[in-house]
């Protein structure tokens, strides 16, 4: 029932649009503006996106450039401790190495303390004096000084507590080169992360104030933060971060954070943020930008808010504009129908109201031109028809003069010559005047026939007396008799309808012309003549079997008054009464006349019905 009903209205829609130009012209300017506005909302994402990468990718920089700085200094300061005690560790005095780091650490980053290796990862000094006993059992050393001496660089632990009253601590070591670019023993560092927050300095640094600057090792453990209270904490994102720090990938986007583990209190709050992340260049470590999103993106969503608030405009603006350009132009036109529907079917002239100079205004002017001249041919038609009429019926009227003067002179006195001829041959004359009164009197008696034929076609009487059925029986039978044609005639429809005589005599006139031209031209054997009766018309066919014609030929010729068919006179009685002509022929089959005429037509009335041969 919903899908029928939805086609339905989709049906209804469509009608609407072709019947009115206001609900085309509002159609197509909706579509124009959904387009349109489709391309401005695709053109400001493609713009926000670019703009949102160049921050992301600004982040990006900004982590890989506080990492790098990061590890600049890690490294500055153990490069300054390998450079001080590098002779002492050459020269393996243990004292003199213990003496110069204790005057140099304090310079440090490395709170915790200082340590110096030999090659093989024993013990040369430490600083302040710690158990190395105590320390071996925190670290595997050795470890980290084989990898120190297979990358030739810096390398870092993971978090690793050293006491139970002391917090993790990470450790650094760096390979020591002696004057022969020898491996002479290793330098390095413990750091705390909670004492040396190596971050905080850009704590509240514009405009960057409220991001969040994370440190994070290979396990994902924040060990310096801007944010103190989120140290020691695994990070956001920890797996990703770790596979990150491994492939020294860089990866940038937004995400949700969620605090719980950094507060210790439960919780859902989750908030969207622009995390930002880069490893630092040698050391297992990355270095991580997160900003809430609202402050990272903040040019974005100003600019978001912009062009929603333009576009929005800007869309209201056009449409307003559209409207008012549809309507001045659809109204003139819509005024102009309503002026040409109030004066429709009437003979007034076309005085349409004044619509400028523009091109509603010239077709007004058009419009009232065009009126005026069809009411004057219409007028003039009028005129021609009315006069056609009038000798139409002057026509029947001068044929039943005629028919009444033959019949009160000519009938008369040849009927009285036929009588008098008569009598004389009663009297006894020469024999050989016999033969010339018979013949006298029959030329006599055939002339009376003919003037009685001629009275007949002029004046059917049998119209005035039986009807308009019998009197076409009676006629057909008449052909039949005089010339040989057998004819039929078939009325279909029930009983006739009144009509009136101006019809009956015209469609009489049609019959008679017609059974004239076959007689004359067809050489036909058959006629058929069919009666139609409607409630409202009547129809009159005339079907003859004879050799027929070729219309076109006769249509292209113009010889349709020289083969006699009198086709203009039928055409003309047909439409004089609003009705409809129409003949059909072709060489070999025959020939079919057909008129209809419509019973509520009103004399003085016509009808242009350009079918069939004019």
Known sequence: MVRIEWFNNLFSFRRKLRKSLYYRSIFFLIVGSACLLGAVLA???????????RLLQERITLARTTGSYLEQMINDDLNELGSIVADAVEAHDKDRVRSQLSEAYLRTIFNEGVFVLDPAGSWLATVPDRE?????????LKELCRHSRELKQTVVSDLIPISKDHGPVLFFVKPILCSNADLCGFVGGLLHPATTNLLLPLQNVSPMASATFELVDSKGSVIASTRPNTLFYVADHESILKNAITAKREIHGRCHACHVSR???S???RENQVLAFAPLPTLKLGMAVLQPEGDALAPVIRLKYRLIWLGGAFIIIFLVFAFLSVHGVVSPLVRLTQAVRNIEGTDKPLLLPSFGDDEAGELAHALNRWRAKLVDSLLKRKESQLFLEGVLKAQEEERGRIARELHDTIAQDLAAHRLEIERLAKIKAPEQLLPKIQHLEERVQ???KTVRQILIDLRPS???DLGFIPALQWYLERVERDHGLKGSLIVEGGEQN????EIEISLFRIFQESLKNIVQHARAEHVMVTVNNFPDMIEMTVEDDGEGFNLKVIEQEGKLEGKSLGILGMKERSNLLGGHFNIES??????SVSVRIPLTHLPGEQHDHSTGIS
């Not at 053109?43 to 949102?52: H, K, P, W």
């Not at 009144?498 to 005589?501: A, D």
């Open 586 to 591: 072709k060489p070999g089959e025959g020939t």
């Open 498 to 501: 009144k009509i009136n005589h």
């Open 132 to 140: 190395a006993t105590h320390l071996e059992s925190a670290v595997d």
């Open 462 to 464: 049998v119209l005035d």
């Open 263 to 265: 507060t210790g209190v």
């Open 267 to 269: 919780s859902t709050v």
């Open 446 to 448: 055939g002339i009376l």
């Open 43 to 53: 053109q400001s994402l493609i713009t926000i996106n670019g703009m949102v990468e």
